[in-house]
């Protein structure tokens, strides 16, 4: 896809990212036509014919190396790399994820947006489930996504940024298996830029989640992104992610561990109304007098076990991080 760099001021390039998103994928790439002046497609492996159908729709195509792990955040900067090559000034990219449809409205509204408030790296807007009412998965995604409109402190994968913001903050962290638009709103806003959210339609999101199976693939992948994000970010002021981070260690691990815990194994580390009965009977000691701020978890041991060194170094541990 050729440019003319003169016709660039303003306009908004657009990088879909997908793997076998099929019929999909079409609505997605007719939904940006009318709205930018370049389209990348980014590939992950599909076998579906995904490359050639966005070819055939007049997209710049990427297909990402199957020697390296897939991750979302290297489709989208090996996307965003391309788009740069097509557009060397482009001002603003539109991220979309290949399962979703583009509102026609969105990208001039969240242009405009960004073009009238300076200090603003990336704005999104309402992202709706298709068929909500198919199962219940689909539904609770819907409800995931109806969050709070006005500034904040991230956007999900659909968003339009600006230029400058994303490559002032390195773009997105490459090796993150999920939580990467959080991860990178995070920088940016460290470098002093805000994060918006409209109220505006935004896509018509497809998750066709139908099975268990499905949510419980995306529950773990949300649970990588707490522990990554703790991981690099947990220390900072902001402690990142690290409310959610520890809710999902004790609701993952906290039952099992309560369990062991009675059985004479050691310790317990999760939200007190799951064993205030066994407190109150005496089956369970309360080691120290303390509440996390982090959701209310307390530790707990066996009352006729000693205390022993693993046992302790965790609990200071977990005390400093109160």
């Not at 992202?127 to 904040?152: A, K």
Request: overall charge neutral; proline content about 4%.
């Amino acid at each position: 896809m050729s440019v003319d760099p003169s016709e660039v001021r303003g306009v908004v390039g657009v990088v879909v990212i997908g793997r076998n998103e099929g019929e999909r994928l079409r609505r997605c790439l007719a939904s940006t036509a009318a709205q930018m002046t370049a389209l990348v497609y980014v590939d992950s492996g599909s076998t579906d014919g995904s490359p050639e159908l966005a070819r055939s729709m007049g997209a710049a195509v990427v297909g990402l190396d199957m020697s390296q792990p897939f991750t979302a955040a290297r489709a989208r900067n090996a996307g965003f790399a391309q788009l740069r090559t097509l557009l060397p000034s482009v001002e603003f990219v539109q991220f979309v994820d290949g399962d979703c449809e583009v509102a026609p409205a969105w990208i001039e509204t969240a242009r405009n947006f960004l073009q009238s408030h300076a200090d603003v790296a990336a704005v999104c807007g309402r992202r709706r489930e298709r068929f909500p009412e198919r199962s219940v998965y689909n539904l609770m995604c819907d409800i995931e996504w109806d969050t709070p409109v006005g500034e904040t402190k991230a956007c999900g994968g659909d968003v339009l940024m600006r230029v400058a913001a994303l490559q002032q903050a390195g773009g997105y962290r490459d090796t993150l298996i999920a939580g990467e638009e959080p991860e990178l709103c995070l920088r940016m806003r460290a470098r002093g830029w805000r994060i918006w959210r409209l109220d505006a339609e935004m896509t018509l999101h497809d998750a066709a989640m139908l099975r268990f199976g499905q949510w419980w693939r995306r529950s773990q992948r949300a649970g990588f992104a707490y522990a990554e994000g703790m991981r690099l970010h947990g220390a900072t002021p902001e402690r990142h992610w690290v409310r959610e981070g520890v809710s999902a260690l004790a609701w993952g691990a906290g039952l099992p561990l309560a369990v062991a815990a009675a059985g004479g194994a050691g310790v317990a580390l999760l939200p007190l109304r799951m064993f205030e009965a066994d407190l109150a009977e005496g089956r369970l000691l309360q080691p120290f007098a303390t509440t996390l701020e982090l959701g209310r978890y307390w530790l707990t041991r066996l009352r006729s076990r000693a205390e022993r060194e693993p046992a302790k170094r965790f609990r200071e541990w977990l005390q400093s991080q109160g």
